[in-house]
């Protein structure tokens, strides 16, 4: 049973507009949440992260949003660029529990059209 | 500073060879795991270590060693290479503590087994 599920593969946009990708989880024991992107090639790189506590984290253009009752995280781009156009990957780690032992949904493709 | 260093890039085994993908880190994280991506899926973990001399398993170890003989470095063994172990494997560092560190990842190994 995959406990993190990103259930859009891919996402094509404007740029200029927003892109909204999607993340949902099973475990309740997750507590922490962090989003990072990869580019062909090379390993994932941090993007942002949320804890539990919180309901919205945001840095620059990506915002996260959590809704712990529902079990579902976003990551909001505004506005988003072409540069943009990478892989995202939602992670999850339950309480007191490393970063590097996260658990990985499988990823969307973002495309971000000039 | 390097961060996460992996080597080789790219490599391909035949049935039932062995070999280490070498991973080194100079953050001094105290924290250290290996991931793996198969093509359409997240990452995957394979073994972690909190500090030298202590390691232990992750979601996916069998066919795999791993030893920690120094904060910086995290070797991954190979006993005996399977059509089924081609991935791209993802070596990754973070602080040591609970929850809220990202991990910093390298540029991964391309392995391919015949």
């Known amino acids: 049973d995959q406990q993190v599920k990103q259930n859009s593969p891919s996402l094509s946009v404007q740029e200029g507009r927003i892109s909204i990708l999607n993340c949902d989880y099973t475990?309740?024991?997750?507590?922490?949440f962090l989003w990072y992107k990869k580019y062909p090639a090379e390993g994932p790189t941090f993007l942002i992260s949320?804890?539990?506590?919180?309901d919205k984290n945001e840095d620059g253009r990506f915002t996260v949003f959590l809704n712990k009752s529902a079990k579902h995280l976003s990551l909001h781009i505004v506005p988003s660029q072409p540069g943009d156009s990478a892989v995202y990957f939602c992670?999850?780690?339950?309480?007191?529990?490393?970063?590097?032992?996260?658990?990985f949904g499988d990823g969307t493709t973002l495309t971000v059209k000039p | 500073n390097a961060g996460v260093t992996q080597t080789p890039k790219f490599q391909v085994l035949k049935t039932g060879q062995s070999m280490t993908l070498q991973c080194a880190q100079d953050?001094?994280?105290?924290?250290m795991s290996w991931y793996r991506q198969d093509p359409g899926m997240g990452l995957r973990l394979i073994h972690y270590?909190?500090?030298?001399?202590?390691?232990d398993q992750g979601e996916v170890p069998n066919g795999y060693n791993v030893s920690r003989s120094t904060t910086e470095d995290f070797p991954l063994r190979l006993l005996s290479a399977a059509p089924s172990q081609t991935s791209v494997y993802f070596c990754?560092?973070?602080?040591?503590?609970?929850?809220?560190?990202?991990?910093?990842f390298g540029q991964g190994t391309r392995l391919t087994v015949v």
């Open positions: 949320i804890s539990s506590i919180k």
């Open positions: 990754a560092s973070s602080e040591t503590g609970g929850g809220s560190t990202e991990a910093f």
């Open positions: 992670a999850a780690s339950p309480f007191l529990t490393n970063a590097g032992k996260s658990t």
């Open positions: 270590s909190v500090g030298a001399g202590i390691t």
């Open positions: 475990n309740s024991m997750f507590d922490y």
């Open positions: 953050m001094n994280h105290e924290y």
